[in-house]
């Protein structure tokens, strides 16, 4: 029986206890999306919904440990694409939300500006260089507070010097032109006195490169081709610029993903057999190859779903004739999601680490109510 089509209740087939009736099961476990608007958006949470047909709709530790599961689809150095099956959206919401704000990683917030002769005004380029990405394990280094003093453990001190020489042609700075100083800030802080020492603008005991985990790995940028600046005949960019550690709800630049995004399984479904040259233009329309032809000898011919994952949504196969001929659905508890690292860390680290923060969470919570 197809979804679009109505059968009085009196009319329909017994159920047996424990299961749906299809129209409900479908309400239950897909959106479906009409061509002006999708239907059974909403979840159904209460765990009674459907106790009169001995279903049960409750939710578990047990019965979600059973349910749920991951499968990685594809993965590259930047990029993690997985399937998580058996899950609310709120939940994948989480996911998406840590991963954007709450994974901490390292980024340039203070920049002493020396001279910056260039056309980019000095709050523009201190921007552009808090949202380069560096190659830097924030879990090495330790948060600063206003009380706190610039040091080895919770700053790192890049330094930039470029100009163009006048009559040469233009220089296009860029991210490589950071240069690390293991040994922290070389810029003297402005002192009243005379006669008092000299201060820079931090205070390392040794130098960073000294010290073990930084030893076999320079602290530099993660990618040396990203453009900061262009400088004409005679320019100069001179700059300090001091990297800490942090996390994406105060400034995007700390957030460890160039983006981090779900969607819901797609299911495409033919309700009506399409032959012939009707079969022809559906599989023109889709714009991403869904369907495909199946030839049935004889010189028959008819559309059949080939890839329903690569779906977007984008309706043009349920709009006009083919309405009743294709339902567009969205699987509720099947989600594919998709992170992109920017370098701190490698994809599979950061959903673990969103895990990891989500669990510490629910055990605060637990903690408080108990």
Known sequence: MSSSTKVSALDMPDVPMGQLPEHLHLQRTRVVCKADAPIHTEGIQYSGAYASTGVDNSMGPNKFCKNFKTEVVRLTEDEIEFDMVGIDASLANAFRRILIAEVPTMAIEKVLMVNNTSVIADEVLAHRLGLV?????????????????????????????????????????????????????????????????????????????????????????????????????GQVIELEAHAVKGMGKVHAKWSPVATAWYRMLPEVVILKEVKGDDAEKLVKKCPVGVFDIEDLGNGEKKAVVANSRACTLCRECVRGVNEELVELRRVKDHFIFTIESTGAFSPAELFMKAVKILEEKCDRVISKLS
């Open 133 to 233: 990405p560096l190659n830097a394990d924030p879990r090495l280094f330790e948060y600063l507070s206003e009380n706190d003093t610039p040091n080895e453990r919770n700053t790192i001190v890049y330094k930039m010097d470029v100009s163009c020489k006048k009559g040469g042609s233009r220089v296009t700075v860029k991210s490589d032109q950071l240069k690390w100083l293991p040994n922290g800030s070389e810029l003297q802080m402005a002192t009243y006195d005379s006669s008092a020492k000299a201060k820079s603008y931090t205070s390392f005991s040794c130098s960073q490169d000294s010290m073990p985990e930084f030893s076999q790995k320079p602290l530099g940028v993660r990618f040396d081709d990203i453009i900061l600046a262009k400088l004409g005949p």
